[in-house]
């Protein structure tokens, strides 16, 4: 019996093998950010669908780990939802897939219904504590971040806190799945994901008393607003470039549109 | 004769190739973290509350602190229940019933440690939250998924050592006149001591390696826990939230955690071996 | 003040105990019967053979199920042949000395390190240092590293354990060495050597950290040993935490379950197979 399982094994095996020799050609390895990836996905699977002879791979990691993935030669493209460093900026170039919105998350029943850019920092600081000294009802605040590699965060850093640290206590997520499913649950959180994660539970408040509409970050009103890139290092390949026209054509600009995002052609 | 050569060759072999695959794995680790801590300074890397790696400072002490509570909270539950069903499965369960329980608590091994982080989240959490204050996600949170996590370690190292106890031990209490309890506990469980203390040793291990379930249950922040419902981040989860985008010293970092995890693991063995060597002996 | 008399504390003890043990089951029946509760509704065969759509919202698991098997399956595949053989290296090729001891004790200590290290060391060094990138290759010997020492560890315990007059009584009746440890060695160790080996399986199911950096979280199905794919335990994690469909997590999840409570139950039947024969 051994031995027919050893058997199996070795067939198994040569399968997997006999693929290693075309799998270079015709393959496309995207790797970035949690915000961007989901939609990176669904533009792949669309992708590889009509055309059979490719195959782009899309998985999520960060902003930072694209960047770094990119620069170390595992992926063909990089997935960011920051604007790069100046040492970065040196090393690579970007493409402008999409603009997205950060929306700033509370739970449905949160009376609060704005804040300003100065409300947001203090109580990521951890200088505000209650809902109250906010103009919302009495209770402790509970802020959310993502990890530290994560664009969206960066993002957040730039735009809102400045030169201010994020408190030590607030709860890091690695997801923005998990941030909303936090907020959502959770009277006292608060919480900063991708405009098109909201989802129809959580309640997107107002930054600078401009709501986190679609028309308002295509406009640009709404304040937390950032491209989402695809990050290059040289000149992309053959398949690579083909795969960010694709991206960049009007039925794929189309699609990110449903889902929320704002088109960039 | 020569077949005979031949093979144990080829057996050579296969040992060196695991012996050198691990010693590679170990050489690696210390020497990307090695250097980071001589670097950042021994005292700052293990002492300092401040973890901010894009700014450089590499203070490990919050995510110390962190293992450390949800272990010892791990262990709370795990020593219990841990060595209350050992000695029960051992001594007052009917063969029948230990044949439907043992099987059953191997399976609790099994289940992935996602499982049970998920769990945690859509249970634990909001019970915490809603009945004791706080967030939820906190080291009680991570403590108690831990804790049932490490039940089958501590259980099953803690039966093979209450079996291996001389059933002379046993039937010669009884046969003084002692209930089955004052055997158990005045004689069976302190013959079995050492290797019960092993059994709790490696469960803490376990503990203190586990990653998947802590994150999703222990809310990952950088400060130093002040109570069992603050959120808090091992180290472990640490190294699971940066590695994918660590470089440099922050990668750097991220090793040098895992060397310090390496030596608790190895002062963690030594003393379960030095345990089990000194049943062995008193077993005589 | 009256005192507990010794027959009454016994019953007060051995009742403690069985409300821990129930409680102890209770938890893992509870654990299990939610999952597949929420997650077996939701399982079909459609769920089983097709591709995931739209971001997972839709569609099937199926290059995940394959996805774990030639991961999980290769890394099994590449350690355990080198960790049998060195056990049995160990035991009855090499005198026991200060070498040996030193190698079990190295063993040991690796088989309880934490398995995110390992996924640190994999990403570092297969992944970018040998240029392998997120691949199947890349996740299978970041495993067969993780489980080596255990299947080591696990092996040696069982072939010790065998008597040394089996051993006596086979050179005595004139066989080599290799054939004593095949045919005697080998054979009453059995049950102990695949519950090693079906424990390490069970475990490179489970893993999820150090496969997530190493085998990468790719959809699609692996063509080759150099695509990244995603493992079933990854895919659920993946599905939990970016709350997209919480009804395909929770199939996920049952499909996990129903692999490990499979992979015990084989490792029991297993167990009981070999432990007859031996008889």
Known sequence: MLRALFAVAVVALAGLCSGCGDSKGGSVSVVGSNSIHLFAEMLAEEYNRSNPGVHVTVQAGGSTAGIQAVLSGVADIGMSSRSLKPEEAARLSVVTIARDGIAIIVHPSNKVTGLTHGQLRGIYEGKTTNWRDVGGEDGPIRPITREEGSGTRATFEEMVMGQARIAASAITQEASGTIREMVENDPGAIGYLSVGLVGTKAKAIAVDGVAPSHENVQSGKYPLARPFYFVLKGRPGEAAQRFIDFVLSPPAQQMLEKEGLVRVK | MRREKLIAVALAALALTAVSGLAVITAFIFKEGFPLMVKVGFKEFIFSSEWYPREGHFGIFPMIVGSLAVTAGAMAIGVVFGVGVAVLLTQFCPPRLVAILKPAIELLAGIPSVVYGFMGVVVLVPFIREHLGGSGFSVLAASIVLGIMVLPTVISISVDALQAVPRPYYEGSIALGATEWQTTHMVMVRAARSGIIAAVILGMGRAIGETMAVIMVAGNTIALPTSPLSAVRTLTSNIALEMGYAAGDHRAALFATGVILFLVIMVLNTAALALSRRRAKGAR | ?279
């Open chain 3, 1 to 279: 003040m009256r005192r507990i008399g010794p027959a009454h504390t016994q019953r007060l003890a051995v009742g403690f105990m069985w409300t821990l043990a129930a409680l102890t089951i209770g938890v893992l029946l509870f654990i299990i019967a939610f999952i597949l509760w929420k997650g077996l509704p939701h399982l079909s065969w459609g769920f089983l053979s097709e591709s995931p759509r739209s971001m997972g919202r839709e569609g099937g698991i199926f290059p995940m199920l394959v996805a774990t098997l030639y991961v999980a399956g290769l890394g099994v595949l590449i350690a355990a042949p080198i960790g049998l053989g060195t056990a049995i290296y160990l035991t009855e090729y090499k005198r026991e000395g200060r070498l040996t001891a030193v190698i079990r004790f190295g063993a040991d200590c690796l088989a309880g390190i934490p398995s995110i290290i390992f996924g640190l060391f994999g990403f570092v060094f297969f992944v970018i240092t040998l240029g392998m990138g997120l691949s199947v290759l890349s996740g299978a010997l970041t495993l067969a590293l993780m489980v080596l020492p255990t299947i080591i560890r696990t092996s040696e315990e069982a072939i010790r354990a065998v008597p040394r007059a089996y051993r006596d009584v086979s050179f005595g009746l004139g066989s080599t060495r290799w054939q004593m440890v095949t045919r005697v060695v080998l054979r009453t160790a059995l049950p102990g050597i695949t519950t090693g080996i079906v424990l390490a399986v069970g475990r490179s199911i489970s893993e999820t950290a150090a496969v997530m950096l190493t085998a990468g979280s790719a959809l699609g199905l692996p063509r080759s040993l150099f695509d990244s794919c995603r493992t079933l335990s990854l895919h659920f994690y993946i599905l939990s935490r970016e709350g997209l469909s919480m009804t395909n997590a929770y199939a996920t999840a049952s499909i996990l379950i129903i692999v490990i409570l499979a992979i015990n139950l084989l490792a029991y039947w297993l167990m009981r197979r070999f432990a007859a024969r031996v008889r």
